[in-house]
């Protein structure tokens, strides 16, 4: 894995390893899509990903643990922002334009200690091109996979990157894996998830093919389980080339997680650029772009989870 990023992309985390909660920032600016996947999601200005939006781009995106309360982690990206100056320009001020979105982790620490803004500006201080912290960090310190059996049989989740530069472009993956399901390597091999009594991987998607339900084993609510993603790239794309990029890097949650995208899980994957160009891309190489994001993002999934 390289250890730079897209050129014009910078990550950083804010972590709170006691309450074990944090978000990570990912600091443009971007042209941006955004695909969700999942049935329970928590989010903020996802609509500014829209190609039909009146603003022509946003300045951050935030990946936050602590459920809805950890949102407030954004205003503290936004005044960061706006103290430099960034934002949209509306007249009277200068916007910033934060999409963010969650993770359920409330309870893997502190109920009661959530990403807040204070913690929204510390990842931006924190923010870098290289040497990017994984593993249980911002967004994944509280993160769990494989929840079928219930939290005391899950595994550690977390937060993963992977990056890829070649002559075709470049393209750095980022993976919150806090999913209900377990996490495969390219085998198809489970390498994360539920585990039973004697410790070995259960195999959460042949037990529900087989009749077990979550409910039938334990309470979960809607929610709780999430895996968030971003695929950024360098390609000159527009917003409607991003969306068919994300609907296809999306797959790669369905190839590495299962189950996946199900009634418990808040499932959503971005798609960003760096390039303040945006050119009609032919489907061809709509394809390929979207191909080679899947699988950074295969790679950054399988990172967030593997110490």
């Excluded at 982690?73 to 960034?86: I, P, Q, S, T």
């Excluded at 499932?267 to 960003?272: G, S, T």
């Amino acid at each position: 894995m390289a250890s730079q990023l897209v050129d014009g992309l910078r990550i950083g985390h804010a972590t709170d390893a006691e309450a074990r909660t944090g978000c990570t920032v990912l600091l443009g600016p971007f042209r941006g899509a955004v695909t969700i996947r999942g049935l329970a999601t928590g989010t903020r200005e996802l609509d500014s990903l829209s190609p039909t939006h009146l603003v022509p781009g946003i300045d951050a995106v935030l990946m936050t643990g602590g459920s809805a309360f950890g949102l407030a982690a954004a205003d503290g990206v936004m005044r960061w922002l706006e103290r430099a100056g960034v934002g949209f320009d509306a007249g009277v001020a200068r916007v910033p334009i934060v999409p963010a979105a969650v993770i359920f982790d409330l309870g893997a620490g502190s109920s009661t200690r959530r990403p807040d803004a204070a913690m929204g500006e510390a990842a931006c201080d924190d923010a870098r091109p290289e040497g990017v912290a994984q593993g249980a960090v911002g967004a994944g310190t509280g993160a769990t996979v494989g929840k079928l059996l219930g939290p005391d049989r899950a595994s550690p989740g977390g937060l993963g990157i992977h990056t890829e530069h070649s002559s075709r472009g470049s393209i750095s993956a980022i993976a919150v894996v806090n999913a209900l399901g377990d996490v495969r390597d390219a085998s198809g091999r489970i390498i994360a998830g539920a585990r039973d009594a004697s410790g070995a991987f259960a195999d959460a998607e042949a037990l529900v093919r087989n009749g077990l339900t979550p409910t039938s084993r334990f309470d979960p609510k809607p929610g709780t389980n999430t895996t968030l993603a971003a695929i950024v790239l360098d390609a000159p794309l527009t917003r409607a080339a991003l969306q068919t990029v994300a609907h296809i890097a999306a797959n790669a949650l369905a190839r590495r997680i299962t189950p996946v995208n199900t009634p418990f899980d808040g499932d959503v994957v971005f798609a960003l650029t760096t390039s303040k160009e945006a050119r009609l891309v032919a489907p061809a190489d709509l394809l390929a772009l979207g191909v080679r994001a899947g699988h950074a993002l295969e790679q950054a999934i399988e990172r967030a989870v593997v110490r």
